[in-house]
């Protein structure tokens, strides 16, 4: 990890309370009544899965268990918005990483979660388990390296309360999550297994999280892959594009950002359907468009539309995204037929985009992160 040089930083408190051998081979997806044109080439991987049901989903597993996979590490927040880091005068540690803030969200909100990754033999790495313990989360899957550090990143928020990222893993614990190190019991017995594209950077971690996707569809469990691009993290832009797509068309599940269309499209506009529905493919089920304070948009094989958000004001937008996710899966772990009702559908949006709205309320990603009262409470409330 790189050092923090002599600079003194005053951390605040964190909130404790309730609070993955595939082959790759190159080649376009067959074009389809929704799927990628000829003309977008996505690099693929190969998965043999379990029989599907009559309506295409992985037969219905009795478990409403979310198992989440990838990083979990610590976010040092301003204390003071629409700063520089070196100008902000203290940070506030929080608890963080996308998949972790999901597996907390998912609880949080009632459902079954697990973690999967791994973590230093630190403190922060102690804190860390613990929180996931005291909001019932599975923690079964962690594993703790004494040779390296947890992960640590700045986070710089604008006025607006968007985010700058600066982070400290070279290398840090959940890049060196080995294969034999996984959970595969824990990961077949799961309803939906969540995943970014972090893990996809460096190996081992890399063959870990192709492992464990494998083991997932083999056992039927459905896939769902939020890509949570964070640049600075790879080689180069071409590189985090590259990885990004070549697990692309294996996810049931997929939610993006406009930013990170505009990304993977090289520019296209984020908000023309016609561009969105070039990075739909075959297997896909849900493909989700997070559009911040003004919703989402979603796409299936049978309908598509927009479910207006919550308008609030925004203090840190740091998990707002991992928050919808956490929203919508904890849904479709109940009930899968969901995809197949756009009605409900609907309904299970709206849950989702309130719990983004009322993460952004608040500093850091996990102390944020709603209870399913209020969320309802939000949802009456803007009714009314």
């Known amino acids: 990890m790189a050092a923090l040089h002599s600079t003194a930083f005053r951390l605040g408190s964190v909130a404790l309370s309730s609070r993955q051998e595939l082959s790759f081979r190159g080649g376009n997806v067959k074009a389809s009544a929704f799927s990628c044109p000829s003309s977008v080439s996505i690099p693929r991987l190969s998965f043999q899965s379990k029989a599907l049901g009559g309506d295409g989903l992985p037969e219905t597993k009795d478990s409403s268990l979310v198992v989440c996979f990838g990083e979990m590490l610590i976010d040092f927040v301003p204390t003071i918005s629409g700063l520089s880091l070196a100008d902000a005068p203290a940070f506030k540690k929080a608890p963080g990483g996308a998949p972790a803030n999901v597996a907390v969200g998912i609880a949080r909100l ?115 892959y939020d890509p949570n691009l964070r640049l600075p993290l790879w080689p180069s832009a071409e590189s985090a594009r590259e990885g990004i797509l070549s697990i692309w068309d294996t996810a049931d599940i997929i939610k993006i950002s406009e930013e990170e269309i505009s990304f993977l499209t090289k520019g296209e506009d984020p908000y023309d359907d016609a561009v969105v529905r070039k990075l739909c493919h075959p297997n896909h089920k849900l493909l989700l468009v997070t559009e911040g304070p003004e919703g989402c948009r979603y796409y299936t094989k049978e309908f598509n539309g927009r479910v207006k958000g919550l308008k609030v004001d925004a203090v840190d937008t740091t998990g707002a995204g991992d928050a919808f996710v956490a929203g919508i899966l904890s849904q479709l772990a109940k009930d899968l037929s969901l995809l197949q009702n756009e009605d409900r559908l609907r309904e299970a949006l709206m849950f989702a985009n309130a719990c983004g709205a009322l993460t952004v309320k608040e500093r850091g990603a996990i102390s944020a992160l709603p209870t399913r009262e209020a969320v309802h409470n939000a949802i009456l409330h803007s009714v009314g």
């Open 110 to 224: 009632g459902g079954s979660s697990a973690f999967i990754g791994k973590v230093g033999e630190d403190e922060f790495a102690y804190m860390l388990a613990e929180i996931l313990k005291e909001n019932n989360v599975n923690s079964e899957g962690i594993r703790f390296d004494p040779g390296a550090r947890t992960a640590i990143a700045f986070v710089t928020l604008r006025s607006d309360g968007e985010r700058e990222f600066m982070f400290y893993r070279n290398p840090s614990a959940d890049m060196l999550l080995q294969e034999a190190e996984l959970d595969l019991d824990l990961i077949r017995k799961a309803k939906i297994f969540h995943y970014g594209s972090i893990s996809l950077i460096t190996e081992p971690c890399k063959s870990a999280h192709i492992a464990a996707a494998k083991a997932a569809k083999d056992a039927g469990v459905v896939l769902s």
